[in-house]
């Protein structure tokens, strides 16, 4: 028997049927879907302490199940002590099995974490993608808050299929983002 991920199960069985009903689709296949969902860490204090992107690389390894891929700089600014090709970033892409796996335990586990935790702003970029930004790695249980030498925060994108921010929008709410009160446009 194959393994299903929870959240890939739940939006079969329920996030299809609501969002066909709420947009009106004529087809499954115009329901949109959360493609990928990418992971990345800016290290720009890497510049001078190297050792830095070897445990970012490793925490984000732990927190996905994926190996961390380091980011190289395109080009130079002097001002930053920065040279092209310079290694100052860390990223994962998770997809299928993978990103449900991480999203459920995103959002029932690290989200609530969060001290004082209000629910997340609801910016999308205009294509019906999200960004959260995460202050501190340590919401992950994967990662032993005894080891961490330097508190580092890191961007989660949702990559959707969905033409608007509203379809997005009203995605990643059935998936179980805690959205701050969304305002209709």
């Known amino acids: 028997m194959n393994y299903v991920p929870t959240l890939k199960k739940v939006y079969k069985e329920q996030v299809v049927p609501a969002l066909i009903k709420e947009f009106g689709y004529t087809s499954v296949m115009q329901v949109p879907v959360l493609e990928k969902i990418v992971i990345n860490q800016g290290l720009g204090q890497a510049v001078a302490d190297k050792k830095i992107i070897e445990t970012a690389v490793e925490e984000l390894s732990k927190i996905t199940g994926q190996k961390a891929v380091t980011t190289k700089s395109r080009k130079d600014i002097s001002n930053f002590k920065l040279r092209k090709?310079?290694?100052?970033?860390?990223?994962?892409?998770?997809?299928?099995?993978?990103?449900?796996?991480?999203?459920?335990?995103?959002?029932?586990?690290?989200?609530?974490?969060?001290?004082?935790?209000?629910?997340?702003?609801?910016?999308?970029?205009?294509?019906?993608?999200?960004?959260?930004?995460?202050?501190?790695?340590?919401?992950?249980?994967?990662?032993?808050?005894?080891?961490?030498t330097k508190i580092l925060g890191m961007e989660i994108t949702f990559v959707t299929s969905a033409k608007t921010d509203e379809e997005a929008y009203a995605l990643l709410k059935q998936f179980g983002l805690p959205f701050k009160n969304h305002k209709k446009n």
Do not use: C, W
């Open 85 to 148: 090709g310079m290694t100052i970033g860390a990223r994962v892409t998770l997809r299928h099995n993978k990103m449900y796996e991480f999203l459920e335990r995103l959002v029932a586990v690290a989200l609530p974490r969060i001290r004082d935790f209000k629910g997340i702003n609801d910016k999308f970029d205009g294509q019906g993608n999200y960004t959260l930004g995460v202050a501190e790695q340590i919401i992950f249980p994967e990662i032993d808050i005894d080891k961490i």
